[in-house]
């Protein structure tokens, strides 16, 4: 099982306001898939239409043969992106290549921050993936 919770954070760090809170949840079958970003017909995830930081679809998570779960920024339509992504898992932090993915530890929870490189808003999204 692969439990997702997202919330979006626009302005700074005193005001703390918080756009909307969503939780996900899916089986670790093989070929299961999450989505976050902008389109609502794809994503399970959705972030605000006009935060354009965010791609229609951002982030793929996808549950591999063995229960595994990976997550994927997919390339969007700029050869650049407008955002960065964060991994934070076990205490240690690292950069999502755009395009790249990583494995989400089994019995393991963290997070992902997908950054606005212009403003004040994030996407916080907290994981647990069961053992």
């Known amino acids: 099982m692969l439990e997702l919770t997202m919330a979006t954070v626009s302005g700074d760090a005193d005001s703390g ?3 909307g809170m969503q939780l996900v949840e899916a089986p670790s079958h093989p070929g299961a898939v999450l989505r976050l970003g902008r389109d609502r017909a794809q994503c399970r995830l959705v972030t605000p239409e006009d935060w354009l930081f965010v791609s229609r679809v951002h982030l793929e998570f996808g549950c591999d043969a063995d229960g595994g779960w990976t997550v994927g920024w ?3 339509s ?3 992106p407008s955002s960065r992504v964060r991994l934070i898992t076990g205490g240690t932090e690292r950069e999502l290549d755009y395009g790249g993915s990583a494995a989400l530890p089994r019995g ?3 997070e992902l921050v997908v950054q606005d490189l212009s403003s004040a808003r994030t996407v916080n999204l907290g994981f647990y993936h069961e053992a």
């Open 17 to 19: 306001a918080t756009a």
């Open 74 to 76: 997919l390339r969007g």
């Open 78 to 80: 700029h050869p650049e």
């Open 108 to 110: 393991g929870s963290g």
